[in-house]
């Protein structure tokens, strides 16, 4: 099964997005900490809490992840 990624944007759902997509959208900061993502058909959560998300998307830029990981999420949930 290929991985594909939604997100809650401007209280609409976006997606599917490829994995190198969500990525790119994090270092565009279209996607910060608090917001609501899910991967395939699982539940939702704050794109803080998938593991190594941040860390892959800034892997050069490590001053990065904190920044973005620290943003509040500024839709409805």
Same mark, same amino acid.
Do not use: H
């Given at each position: &099964?290929?991985? @594909?990624?939604?997100?809650?944007? &401007?209280?609409?759902?976006? +997606?599917?997005? *490829?994995?190198? %997509?969500?990525?790119? &959208? #994090?270092?565009?900061? %279209? @996607?910060?900490? +608090?917001?609501? #993502? ?6 939702? @959560?704050?794109?803080? =809490? @998938? &593991?190594?998300?941040? %860390? /892959? /998307?800034? *892997?050069?830029?490590? =001053?990065?992840?904190? *920044?973005?990981?620290?943003? %509040? ?5």
């Amino acid at each position: &099964m290929t991985t @594909v990624w939604y997100c809650k944007l &401007m209280g609409k759902t976006e +997606g599917p997005f *490829k994995p190198s %997509e969500l990525l790119q &959208m #994090i270092r565009n900061e %279209e @996607v910060t900490g +608090g917001t609501l #993502i899910k991967k395939n058909d699982s539940n939702w @959560v704050p794109a803080r =809490e @998938v &593991m190594g998300l941040f %860390e /892959a /998307a800034f *892997k050069d830029q490590p =001053e990065k992840v904190r *920044k973005n990981l620290e943003t %509040e999420y500024q839709g409805d949930y």
